[in-house]
């Protein structure tokens, strides 16, 4: 086997992006995963973009920033699987925007006249929404033009990688394979249907009890969700979650009713009260670095992140 630069454990969205950050800066790299790309959990995801479900705010704000150039620019480039789409997010309580929407040059409370029954507050922006399966197939096109390979192999010890960098991305796994009980993972179900002409998202800013309703569209298709457990490590699709998702978002979207169900999907949010990215040192002058805990913000974040991440390298930064 070939030696390299940079070891990356696990290929999600923060895992891939930061193998293509190292390899495009130059470095020799190559991903490590347990798993598929396509059955991570990046591929459940929504996506909007948006800071949600994770922290530190002032940080995590400023990563959103990088993430949110990214995703723009890439919002015009074919095949990226990323839009600019418009919609609502909604409050039965009278209730303030999150202090990141002002990142956004599009955004607007929402009169009195323009909030659903029985909700109070709400505020309408436009903001990058990625069709996961297509951005997941675009980070391994471009990181293979880079020069990285994938190698589909568990990792039971981060310190055994053999790689003068190592970095850890392995999101609710790294609660094991670094030792961290503060990652716990935030269970999240959607339902997938044909698009009966859905063109805004939506999503309802509280949560009740574990349960979200949001929709995304994405073209053809549109995603409904959600749910947010915390705890709860079970992957199978719970048929009775679908069912409701179906039923909350046919109460906002009449004309879902009877839409044909295309996919259910499961993934593990890997949250932790600050993402963790910092790095240690390994016996023979190697370093470990960790970039996971992004919980909700995986997408938002994790080009920002792997931009600091690659910064730190360069320079030998080591923490």
Partial sequence: M??????????????????ISLAEAGLATRVVTAEPTATTTSAAAGAVWGPVLCGPADRCRDWAAVGLSVLSKLAGEPGAGVRQVSGREVSEEVDSPPEWLDLLPDHRLLGADELPPGFA????????????????????????AAGGSIEIEPVSSLSAVDAPVVVNCTGVGARKLAGDSSVVPV???????????????YIDHALHGYDYVYAFPHGDLVLLGGTAEEGAWDMPPRPEVSARILRDTTAVFPQLSGAEVVAERVGLRPYRPTVRLEGESLPGGR?????????????????????????????????
């Fill in 2 to 19: 070939s030696a390299v630069d940079a070891v990356v454990v696990g290929a999600g969205v923060v895992g891939l992006t930061s193998a």
């Fill in 121 to 144: 507050s709400g505020w309408r922006y436009t903001a990058p929404v990625v069709t996961m399966p297509v951005y997941l197939e675009y980070l391994l096109a471009r990181y293979a």
């Fill in 187 to 201: 269970r999240g179900q959607v339902v997938v249907v044909r698009n009966p002409g859905i063109e805004e998202f």
């Fill in 287 to 319: 370093v470990l670095w960790h970039n996971y805990g992004h919980g909700g913000g995986g997408v938002s974040l994790s080009w920002g992140c792997a931009r600091d991440l690659t910064d730190a390298v360069l320079t030998g930064t080591a923490g």
